[in-house]
């Protein structure tokens, strides 16, 4: 009678487990691991960033949090990761962080496991996590990831994308090639083509059919039509420049100064030392830290001179800035963050 009960027992443990995880659990391993990832997530700390993540705002900002920790647990279980190293992982996971916190706040590129101390256990999981979350409350991919796994890191709504131990990061992950920009928004193609038409070599420029002006064309442009050693001329750059870039940043110059040189390369470096700073002062961020997932690759910076170094080394690719961006893309005027793979 007793072994009668115990299996009774037992069957209704794996229903229970197969309902709060959506998962049937095959073995006594499977089930133990299913009930402790599930136990774990249900902490306070976590659930209630979960909540945080993905809650609606409403008068009374409710959420079904069951769907989402089921979720969870399916990832976590899901992850490629064996049942001993997940055993340890949840173990640390409940003492509320397996993030060495510091690695995200210091400027220098490497690989996304130096974040979990070269632990590949935590690393998949994050990987897992990845897309968890994006696009719920602008939140882009690995910043909801990187808060549920520490108790140090908060998801924001200003200043940066999460607070990590008191430091403002704004996160700007790729999960295939391309990142995003410096900015948002931007001129019309038409209303850019319009105003540098206003100088002849770039009038030419479009006229011969090209789309967009990108900035080694519009140096060299500037340099033809208004050359610094006339005066005049310079002056009339100057003014061009200054009422262009007043529109798309508040402080224009140091893009204007950026264009009253004849180097498009140098012209570059400048441009994106200005928007890099231009973009942290507007969101008032302490940070930025770069992720591509497929390459597990990373890059933290803390200053226009640090992008532009990265940028130096290899480690962004082209920041594509276009003088006159193409009719789909305005955004095309700002910097693009695209990791290269460089090794680290």
Known sequence: MRLHHLFEDENVKKEIIAKVSGLVADNEEDAKLLDKIYRTLHNTDISGKVAQAFAVPTSDDNINLEPLLKQL???????????????????????????????????????????????ETTTKIFQAMATLGAGKKQK????????????????KHDGGDLDVAGKGI????????????????????????????????????????????????????????????????KKQRQDLLTKWYSQLFPNAAPFVQAFMQDDGVVAE????KANFESYK?????????????????????????????????GH????????????????????QLSLTKAKA
């Open 73 to 119: 647990t399916q990832i976590i279980f899901h992850a490629g990761v064996d049942y001993k190293s997940l055993d340890a992982f949840l173990n640390r996971l409940a003492k509320g962080n397996v993030v060495d916190v510091p690695v995200l706040t210091t400027p220098g590129v490497g690989s996304v496991r130096a974040f979990f101390g070269g632990d």
């Open 140 to 155: 882009g991919p690995g910043e909801y990831a990187l808060a549920m796994l520490s108790n140090q890191i908060k998801l």
């Open 269 to 272: 470096k400048m441009y994106g």
């Open 170 to 233: 704004e996160v700007k992950a790729e999960t295939t090639t391309g990142g995003g920009r410096l900015g948002e928004g931007g001129p019309t193609n038409a209303v850019a083509k319009e105003y540098w038409s206003q100088v002849p070599s770039i009038a030419n420029h479009f006229n011969q059919g090209s789309k967009g002006l990108g900035i080694k064309n519009f140096v060299q442009a500037l340099a033809l039509d208004l050359p610094l050693n006339d005066p005049e001329k």
């Open 281 to 313: 002062n507007n969101y008032g961020w302490d940070g930025l830290l770069s992720i591509n997932f497929p390459s597990l690759k990373y890059v933290m910076v803390n200053t226009g001179d640090d992008f532009v170094r990265m940028k130096e080394a």
């Open 316 to 335: 962004f690719g082209s920041f594509s800035i276009s003088v006159v961006p193409s009719s789909a893309r305005p955004s095309e005027v700002y910097c």
